[in-house]
């Protein structure tokens, strides 16, 4: 009998989806590299999925779960979407208005001066077209001997912003200004913010941003809470001394999918998660149970903390932690600020996969959660970590500990 493998089931089948949706084009080590993985686990999962899908060439036809109907669905909500984000270039569209980032009036007045004066000084002579145009000739010529420096000035501006674009949609445009600064440091540029602020307002480029969104957590008055060990302070310098945890839902199609979330407030990395169609006990159970996991088991006198939610209070889930010796810690009912760093998650989560669309299958939007996740945690850049991804800071902070250790 082959062990036990340490990865929950839910997780082997999600990361089987995300390298099918692929197509062939991601090899299996770099599906794998996003997700956690060697090359040959994910290669092993995908052989064992295929012979039980009755797969034995290990094509990759389209699952039998999603119909032609759900998939028409899906690619008309997309390019609703697409549509959308192309909003002032479409049919009937009208101009920019005047001072807007497109045209602006006066924007290039003087460089156009001096360079009519430039074109048709040999005709007219440069003293009277100054005059004609009331600009100076001491000026005009300054704009001479520095255009060599602007046309130099410009192809770099147009370097670094073919580099943005590059960032911007390789993030699935999700990323802003500092994160996009923060991208380019780390791939060795030393350039200015503002620099790359002002080229992202000129070629309309921006971070998603999120509208507020409703309360989900539903108390049970009778269970009695735990103590609350955090008191609003997101701060440790230790992993594993402190986690977070969370419940959210999405809406597909006229359904909802739930998401349980644990988070390691040290790293910020997401360490467990669950997803279904319901919203019982067992959907955090599942995600603390793959954050004990991860973590390979030993995760003794770590403080779990989350709000006062059904799930969360329930005695199941209470059995469940003190069989791992978690010791669970509750905010108060309807302050969001107790869980802040969890609903800050959440926020970033629903901004960067559902930004004006609707998941219209629960395949799609278990795939693309499942993707986020795992972009999240190797390679999304975090503002709290100096700009390191989750598992960056923590090869990082492990390392350090190693050479505290040695010395």
């Not at 493998?5 to 692929?22: K, M, Q, T």
């Not at 299996?28 to 060439?57: F, H, K, N, P």
Request: aromatic share 8%.
């Amino acid at each position: 009998m082959g062990r036990k493998s340490p990865y929950p089931g839910e997780f082997r089948n999600d990361a089987v989806s995300l390298y099918r949706a692929g197509g062939g084009r991601r090899t299996y080590a770099a599906v794998a590299a996003d997700i956690g993985v060697t090359g040959e686990t994910l290669r092993s999962w995908v052989r064992q999925a295929d012979g039980q899908d009755g797969r034995a060439d290990g094509s990759r036809s389209e699952p039998s779960g999603v119909s032609r109907d759900e998939e028409l669905a899906r690619l008309r909500a997309e390019n609703g979407r697409l549509r959308k984000a192309e909003k002032g270039t479409g049919t009937r569209a009208r101009d920019p208005a005047p001072g807007g980032p497109v045209f602006r009036r006066g924007d290039e007045g003087m460089t156009r001066r001096w360079d009519f004066i430039s074109a048709h000084r040999a005709d007219f002579g440069v003293k009277r077209l100054c005059r004609m145009l009331q600009v100076s000739r001491s000026g005009f010529y300054r704009h001479l001997a520095s255009a060599e420096s602007r046309a130099a000035g410009r192809r770099d501006d147009e370097e670094l912003v073919a580099e943005i674009h590059e960032i911007h949609s390789s993030h699935k445009g999700t990323y802003g200004v500092r994160r996009v600064h923060a991208e380019l440091r780390g791939f060795g540029h030393t350039v200015n913010r503002k620099r790359v602020e002002r080229l992202m307002r000129l070629n309309g480029l921006e971070g998603r941003h999120l509208r507020r969104r409703k309360r989900t957590t539903v108390p049970d008055r009778l269970a009695p809470p735990a103590p609350d060990l955090v008191r609003r302070d997101f701060t440790t310098g230790q992993l594993d001394e402190k986690w977070c945890g969370d419940l959210t839902y999405v809406q597909v199609g006229g359904a909802w999918l739930y998401l349980a979330c644990v988070i390691d407030i040290c790293s910020r990395r997401v360490l467990g998660w669950s997803m279904a169609s319901h919203m019982r006990a067992e959907l955090v159970i599942d995600a603390l149970k793959m954050a004990v996991a991860a973590r390979g088991g030993n995760v003794g006198g770590v403080i779990f903390h989350a709000d006062r939610g059904a799930q969360y209070t329930a005695p199941t889930f209470a059995q469940v932690s003190d069989e791992y010796d978690i010791r669970r810690s509750m905010g108060r009912v309807g302050s969001s600020y107790d869980n802040a760093l969890a609903e800050s998650f959440w926020q970033g989560l629903k901004r960067e996969t559902m930004h004006q669309r609707l998941f219209s299958t629960m395949r799609q939007a278990r795939l693309e959660i499942f993707e986020w996740l795992t972009y999240y945690n190797a390679r999304r850049r975090h503002s709290a970590l100096n700009y390191l991804s989750p598992v960056e800071f923590e090869q990082q902070h492990l390392q350090a500990a190693k050479l505290t250790i040695a010395a």
